[in-house]
């Protein structure tokens, strides 16, 4: 017996929780934040309060302790790129790419990072990825293509740095 897709994603809705069918926790990572160590659960409530430099010093103590959480290096990297610090911002996304290459947050965030930074072609590889890894769309997806379309319309659709042909 075959059943259409909308009956399976429903009768998914009732075998599994639902952070695990659609994206999960404000960190894209696409999995639950199922952690409960109270230094992660201080500097994501430190960033969602915008206190930022707390939750570097925050994050930079767990990730010390915790060194394969990929949602805590992307914290980390959005803290950074917050306060305007891209070499350290860049550094964190890249460890959570590495943890997790699938981590559609840390792509989106990269991809935010890349635009600041002026390289628009960078921040569209991510764009690709996100296209891949997201099978109708995400948030994460539909964020960093408004900021790539934003990004060109203020830069003319060119590299910043760059003239126009």
């Not at 429903?10 to 639902?18: D, E, M, N």
């Not at 952690?35 to 409530?45: E, F, K, N, R």
């Not at 959480?69 to 890249?94: C, I």
């Amino acid at each position: 017996m075959k059943l259409p897709f909308a009956k399976l994603l429903i009768a998914a809705a009732f075998v599994l929780p639902a952070s695990s069918i659609f994206a999960a926790g404000g960190d894209g990572g696409g999995t639950p934040e199922v952690s409960l160590d109270p230094q992660y659960t201080q500097a994501v409530a430190q960033i969602k309060a915008e206190q930022y430099a707390l939750a570097i010093k925050t994050l930079e103590s767990y990730v010390a302790r915790i060194k394969t959480d990929a949602s805590a290096e992307n914290w980390l990297g959005f803290a950074y790129r917050k306060t305007g610090q891209l070499e350290p911002a860049f550094v964190h996304y890249n460890k959570a790419l590495k943890i997790d290459p699938n981590h559609r947050g840390a792509h989106e965030y990269i991809g935010e990072a890349y635009l600041m930074a002026g390289q628009l072609d960078k921040a569209e590889q991510h764009l690709k990825i996100l296209n891949r890894l997201c099978w109708v769309s995400c948030e994460e997806l539909e964020d960093l293509k408004a900021a790539v379309v934003a990004y060109k319309a203020k830069n003319g659709g060119v590299k910043t740095g760059q003239t126009k042909p």
